[in-house]
């Protein structure tokens, strides 16, 4: 444990302490969300049943496309998602999909959505994974011209399967924030209540499916940039297996091994009943590995939970709020009910998660840094820019000015226990690893708050190690939706399993949905009768 890191940790969590309290005093919730009400009831029917639709000839991929245009339409001026669409592009594709699906016979018509597995469907994109032909920006000033050559290869295998995409989605400067709030556009909201942010780095991709304005949307998860954002608007969120899904084409990106294991792509969605399909897709050739064709019985899944970390690396981390806390009994109960064996996990193997996480971060070598000087004093130099940045005169945004004086400071630890902890990597994926073995999930929180009010994120990111720490050892998690606490924020956790066995955690995710109905609605439906050919 590094003592200058942890008295900055405990320092920052005191502040967020006061801070938080002084904001809940005086900054009260100001009655309900203004996300306008789904009408069109095409917009509450997840994938797999749009999919069944599409095969009995009931549904045309132009319906769905122009449901999911005119509800993005409705809900953009109060989310500040979206960088740029392509509703025209999209449209024709998807008359080209009506097309091929019409002047195919019926005895074909299985072959033809066996290849094409997302055949007309609609789906959005976190700018940073790249969109051929669309904005590259990646919420940098200096990016700002930038016009994306060639697809990312998580969108390749979406686009592949026939998928359509609609647009491509807001991210903080360089992916380097907890919250969306690029320098290039203004801050993306959260559906929930407008005065917090909608988590980062995929926070629009958490609003725009949180909104219901996204079927599913392709998001990139280094450090909990998709489980952040999951948590902070109620929707589902899966991090696979570190090397699993490729986010080559990715900006920022390294190529480097430790890079290809840490991060990775994946799916952000209202329905976790969608996450197996969206993951056979997006892992491309490497799906095979994950065998999400498999069953999995639910009582055959041990559970292990744990409210935090222990010991003084828990006293350290801000306490997880009661209402998140619940949220893991109520699974547990229902888990439990359901034949599965609890146990509450002892989490002392963890107890250097903050100092692992950092090191392992600060050793990818290709990793491009915000600000690129030959200033041989370039923490002054981010010092600098910094206070320029408190009082609008830099071209960077703070948090990401923070991020990179972080890795320049060596996350203030001596280098060679850099190199000490890059070690400690391996066998403490070993050992938590053997504990889950090939039959075992972890329930955890995902943070130990819910949605942050905006710019108050760097006070929180002292504990990103929530999710940064399972990124580092590869593990997949979910984050699973769980209701809205007193003041009508999401609230969920996170479920972690062994290398390879995403499985494990998407049928508890789907489970669980079942039970607790997942992604709860903003605003209250006001559906419009449905076309009577459209009936299951």
């Known amino acids: 444990m590094e003592i200058t890191l942890r008295i900055l940790q405990l320092i920052f969590k005191c502040i967020y302490v006061v801070v938080y309290s002084i904001l809940n005093t005086f900054l009260k919730r100001k009655g309900p969300p203004t996300i306008p009400p789904i009408r069109n009831q095409l917009i509450t029917f997840p994938l797999v049943d749009v999919i069944k639709l599409m095969r009995q000839r009931k ?22 998602a979206v960088v740029q669409d392509r509703f025209e592009s999209a449209l024709e594709d998807a008359k080209r999909a009506d097309g091929l699906i019409a002047k195919t016979t019926d005895s074909n018509l299985p072959a033809l959505f066996n290849r094409y597995t997302l055949l007309g469907i609609p789906f959005t994109v976190k700018e940073s994974c790249g969109l051929k032909g669309m904005p590259f920006r990646v919420g940098s000033r200096q990016r700002a011209h930038m016009i994306c050559s060639e697809n990312g290869e998580v969108v390749s295998n979406v686009i592949a399967a026939g998928g359509i995409p609609l647009l491509v989605s807001i991210t903080p400067e360089y992916c380097f924030s907890m919250e969306t709030n690029p320098a290039t556009q203004k801050s993306c909201l959260n559906v929930y209540d407008s005065r917090r942010t909608a988590g980062g780095s995929s926070g629009g991709e958490g609003a725009l499916n949180g909104a219901g304005a996204s079927l599913f949307g392709i998001g990139s998860d ?15 969120g899966h991090k696979p297996t570190g090397g699993v899904v490729s986010v080559a084409g990715h900006f920022p990106y390294s190529g480097e091994e430790n890079g290809k294991q840490y991060f990775q792509g994946g799916p952000i969605t209202r329905f976790g009943r969608d996450l197996g399909l969206l993951m056979q897709v997006m892992a491309g050739k490497n799906a095979q590995k994950l065998d999400l064709l498999t069953p999995v019985v639910t009582k055959d899944v041990k559970i292990f939970y744990s409210m935090g970390f222990d010991g003084l690396n828990g ?37 250097d998660s903050m100092e692992i996480s950092i090191a392992g971060l600060l050793m990818l070598k290709e990793f491009p840094y915000l600000i690129q000087s030959e200033n041989p004093n370039k923490v002054r130099q981010h010092l600098l820019e910094l206070c320029k940045s408190l009082i609008g005169k830099s071209e960077y945004t703070k948090e990401a000015i923070i ?5 320049i400071a060596n996350g203030f ?46 006070l929180a990111l002292w504990n990103i190690d929530y999710t940064m720490i399972f990124n580092i050892i590869g593990l997949p998690c979910t984050h699973i939706p769980m209701g809205l606490n007193k003041d009508g924020l999401p609230v969920g956790f996170q479920v972690i399993a062994a290398p390879y066995k995403d499985r494990l955690c998407i049928q508890i995710a789907a489970e669980l949905e ?18 009577d050919s459209i009936r299951f």
């Open 59 to 80: 549904l045309k991929s132009q319906d769905l496309v122009k449901a999911y245009i005119e509800r993005i339409k409705e809900v953009e001026p109060h989310i500040n």
């Open 222 to 236: 280094i450090g909990g940039s998709i489980r952040i954002p999951s948590l902070f608007n109620g929707v589902f």
């Open 315 to 351: 006293l350290l981390h801000k306490s997880t709020e009661q209402d998140i806390q619940f949220s893991i009994l109520l699974a547990l109960k229902f888990l439990k009910n359901h034949g599965c064996k609890i146990e509450l996990a002892s989490m002392k193997m963890f107890k």
């Open 403 to 407: 991020f990179d004086l972080f890795r």
């Open 413 to 458: 630890m001596p280098a060679a226990n850099v190199k000490k902890y890059k070690r400690e990597i391996q066998i403490l994926k070993n050992k938590f690893t053997k504990m889950l073995g090939n039959d075992s999930v972890l329930l955890f929180p995902t943070l130990p708050m819910p949605a942050l009010h905006h710019n108050t994120s760097a």
């Open 514 to 531: 079942a039970a607790f109905s997942g992604w709860t609605v903003p605003t209250p439906h006001e559906l419009e009768p449905l076309d």
